[in-house]
T-cell receptor, first 115, second 115 residues
Framework: EAQVTQNPRYLITVTGKKLTVTCSQNMNHEYMSWYRQDPGLGLRQIYYSMNVEVTDKGDVPEGYKVSRKEKRNFPLILESPSPNQTSLYFC??????????????FGEGSWLTVV | AQKITQTQPGMFVQEKEAVTLDCTYDTSDQSYGLFWYKQPSSGEMIFLIYQGSYDEQNATEGRYSLNFQKARKSANLVISASQLGDSAMYFCAMREGHGDYKLSFGAGTTVTVRA
């Protein structure tokens, strides 16, 4: 079954404690990205990756890091989380834009609370 | 500038009636795609319908149809015969044909279906 898997789904953490949200896809997609969702703002892109070892900033990258060492995995790293990073996070993947059309797969979302 | 505008924060609709969710977009690209997603209270993003900028006919998927008016840069979603299970947040999104191929999302519209 084609899927994007995120972990953890739910997390409450404290300010400053490093955490990683993992994302894995089983469809051999080149393109992966992270979004955060906040009330009244919709989803905003944090980082994206066009392929292995190729990553770049999205619209709201401050406070986040990513890596793409393998094609299937695209972890989101919060080195020193702050309360303003409390949000719902989504990982998404697709083939390259020329092939993707409407085929974009989202993970189930990770609810993160920083206290 | 906002790329996707959804002007209706919330709407109520009677069961079995149709509802139209507004979406306007802003792009200078000739090639782009427009998406609608449903987000129930559980949080996952469910793909509903897609319209390519070069598609001559309006997209339809079951009870969902997209009223695409290219000159007005409008991509409204019509849900026919509303059901209680349609109560959710709905997002309009656009993928432009250049650059990082990210999705730009609107702020969303919450639909509540009344029995």
């Amino acid at each position: 079954e084609a899927q994007v898997t995120q972990n953890p789904r739910y997390l409450i953490t404290v300010t400053g404690k490093k955490l990683t949200v993992t994302c894995s896809q089983n469809m051999n997609h080149e393109y992966m990205s992270w979004y955060r969702q906040d009330p009244g703002l919709g989803l905003r892109q944090i980082y994206y990756s066009m392929n292995v070892e190729v990553t770049d900033k999205g619209d709201v990258p401050e406070g986040y890091k990513v890596s793409r060492k393998e094609k299937r995995n695209f972890p989101l790293i919060l080195e020193s989380p702050s309360p303003n990073q409390t949000s719902l996070y989504f990982c998404a993947s697709s083939f390259s834009a020329r092939q993707a059309g409407n085929t974009i797969y989202f993970g189930e979302g990770s609810w993160l609370t920083v206290v | 500038a906002q790329k996707i505008t959804q002007t209706q924060p919330g709407m109520f609709v009677q069961e079995k009636e149709a509802v139209t969710l507004d979406c306007t977009y802003d792009t200078s690209d000739q090639s782009y795609g427009l998406f609608w997603y449903k987000q129930p209270s559980s949080g996952e993003m469910i793909f509903l319908i897609y319209q390519g900028s070069y598609d001559e006919q309006n997209a339809t998927e079951g009870r969902y149809s997209l009223n695409f008016q290219k000159a007005r840069k409008s991509a409204n979603l019509v849900i026919s015969a509303s059901q209680l299970g349609d109560s959710a947040m709905y997002f309009c999104a656009m993928r432009e044909g250049h650059g990082d191929y990210k999705l730009s999302f609107g702020a969303g519209t919450t639909v509540t279906v009344r029995a």
